[in-house]
T-cell receptor, first 116, second 114 residues
Framework: NAGVMQNPRHLVRRRGQEARLRCSPM?????VYWYRQLPEEGLKFMVY????????ESGMPKERFSAEFPKEGPSILRIQQVVRGDSAAYFC??????????????FGPGTRLTVL | AQSVTQLGSHVSVSEGALVLLRCNYS??????LFWYVQYPNQGLQLLLK??????LVKGINGFEAEFKKSETSFHLTKPSAHMSDAAEYFC????????????FGTGTSLTVIP
């Protein structure tokens, strides 16, 4: 049973370009979460999605960032017009059940974004 | 609001010595608590979780943690450190009532000295 998959593992972008990060949840999981980890910091929640719905985006920056989880295919975190401050590790997690926060979130290996 | 404080961003222990990583939480309701481990360039792996059952929770790799409501703590311990325990450890809290968001501490980097 494959775990949470993220690609690419490493992404380099120049300022002003777009970054697109992909996450495939574990088989049977329909809940996806995105977190950002800045250097020397813990993970910060960004957004929680279910298939075709954004449930909680309270941690998402208001501009340039968007996320989706379509009916088919992986979840996508999109960062437009990247700036150096966007350089971080972005982790995706998935869980199985709805509305039960004790459910374990399974984490992917992360995408390390570097903005030059 | 939920928050987590991990005292000590870096902890060093000798191989075979006791490991103690501290975690204090702030929560307006009885929380759910988690410890995750992160090895270099990898994702987070769950060590153990507290979900209002037994206050002493046993996890993988010989780790355990005790939920102490009076101290708002959930410290992680292991009786005897192994070289393979060297990693970053994160404590996290979630509110059972408000949804699925996890709040993470800033992490503790554990070094094991041979």
């Amino acid at each position: 049973n494959a775990g949470v998959m993220q690609n690419p593992r490493h992404l380099v972008r120049r300022r002003g370009q777009e970054a697109r990060l992909r996450c495939s949840p574990m088989k049977g999981h329909s809940h996806v979460y995105w977190y950002r980890q800045l250097p020397e910091e813990g993970l910060k929640f960004m957004v929680y999605l279910q298939k075709e719905n954004i449930i909680d985006e309270s941690g998402m920056p208001k501009e340039r960032f968007s996320a989706e989880f379509p009916k088919e295919g992986p979840s996508i975190l999109r960062i437009q017009q990247v700036v150096r401050g966007d350089s971080a590790a972005y982790f995706c997690a998935s869980s199985q059940s709805a509305g039960q926060s004790y459910n374990e979130q399974f984490f992917g290996p992360g995408t390390r974004l570097t903005v030059l | 609001a939920q928050s987590v404080t991990q005292l000590g961003s870096h902890v060093s222990v000798s191989e075979g010595a006791l490991v103690l990583l501290r975690c204090n939480y702030s929560s307006s309701v009885p929380p759910y608590l988690f410890w995750y481990v992160q090895y270099p360039n990898q994702g987070l792996q769950l060590l153990l979780k507290y979900t209002s059952a037994a206050t002493l929770v046993k996890g993988i790799n010989g780790f355990e943690a005790e939920f102490k409501k009076s101290e708002t703590s959930f410290h992680l311990t292991k009786p005897s450190a192994h070289m393979s325990d060297a990693a970053e450890y994160f404590c996290a809290v979630s509110d059972p009532n408000t949804g699925n968001q996890f709040y993470f501490g800033t992490g503790t980097s554990l070094t094991v000295i041979p």
